[in-house]
């Protein structure tokens, strides 16, 4: 079985903190990507890694950053978190391109106060 | 336009019931269609993939409509157990990423 895992399911941080949110995946992937999902709004995409060192903006990039620096770990930034990044991140994997099943981590829930 | 919309629901249905809900999608050179699952306070997982010609698992059933551009989900004889939102995912051609619907939330009540 494919296994995503996050660092933390939840978490609490103070507005202008820098907030690392980290996924593994253990399953050799290729892609994997950041999420956060709102109420009414659902998944939005933050950013995608199609490789190793290789990062692609997603729908709403603007305040986050990300690195992997190791095919199996993909880590999303909030340089400074601000009270609008409150919300569930998920991180999902995927072996080929878009028209594979995503496989999910549990999410981390982040309250930014 | 939202490349991906879904009515919210929620769909209160008995125990017993058939209960089917729709997602469009915006970009007619859309490839793949999927089906997740997301329990309460949980991460989505697949429930179907979904294919030109429909297909069906078990109580479910999924069909695709690309003339209308919409993805459909009908589910059988439903259990408490399927008390769940429902996210579509829908990706174009060449397209590292999936575009999801906000979700249709169903609760089957005993």
């Known amino acids: 079985d494919v296994k995503v895992t996050q660092s933390s399911r939840y978490l609490v941080k103070r507005t202008g903190e820098k907030v690392f949110l980290e996924c593994v995946q253990d399953?050799?992937?290729?892609?994997m990507f950041w999420y956060r999902q709102d109420p009414g709004l659902g998944l939005r995409l933050i950013y995608f890694?199609?490789?190793?060192?290789?990062?692609e903006k997603g729908d709403i990039p603007e305040g986050y950053s990300v690195s992997r620096e190791k095919k199996e770990r993909f880590s999303l930034i909030l340089e400074s978190a601000s009270t609008n990044q409150t919300s569930m991140y998920l991180c999902?994997?995927?072996?080929?391109?878009?028209?594979?099943?995503?496989?999910f981590g549990p999410g981390t829930r982040l309250l930014v106060l | 336009r939202k490349e991906v919309e879904q009515d919210p629901g929620p769909f209160n249905v008995p125990e017993g019931a058939t209960v089917a809900f729709n997602c469009t999608y915006s970009?007619?050179?859309?490839?793949?269609f999927f089906w997740y699952r997301q329990d309460c306070r949980k991460e989505p997982k697949l429930l179907m993939s979904?294919?030109?010609s429909g297909n069906e698992d078990g109580r479910f059933t999924a069909q695709l409509n690309r003339a209308s551009q919409y993805i459909s989900l009908l589910i059988r004889d439903s259990k408490l157990s399927d008390s769940a939102t429902y996210l579509c995912?829908?990706?174009?051609?060449?397209?590292?990423?999936?575009?999801f619907g906000a979700g249709t939330t169903v609760t089957v009540r005993a």
């Open positions: 979904v294919y030109s």
């Open positions: 999902a994997s995927t072996l080929l391109a878009g028209s594979e099943t995503q496989y």
């Open positions: 970009n007619s050179a859309s490839q793949s």
């Open positions: 890694s199609y490789d190793v060192k290789m990062k």
């Open positions: 995912a829908v990706n174009g051609p060449n397209d590292y990423k999936l575009s």
């Open positions: 399953m050799d992937h290729e892609n």
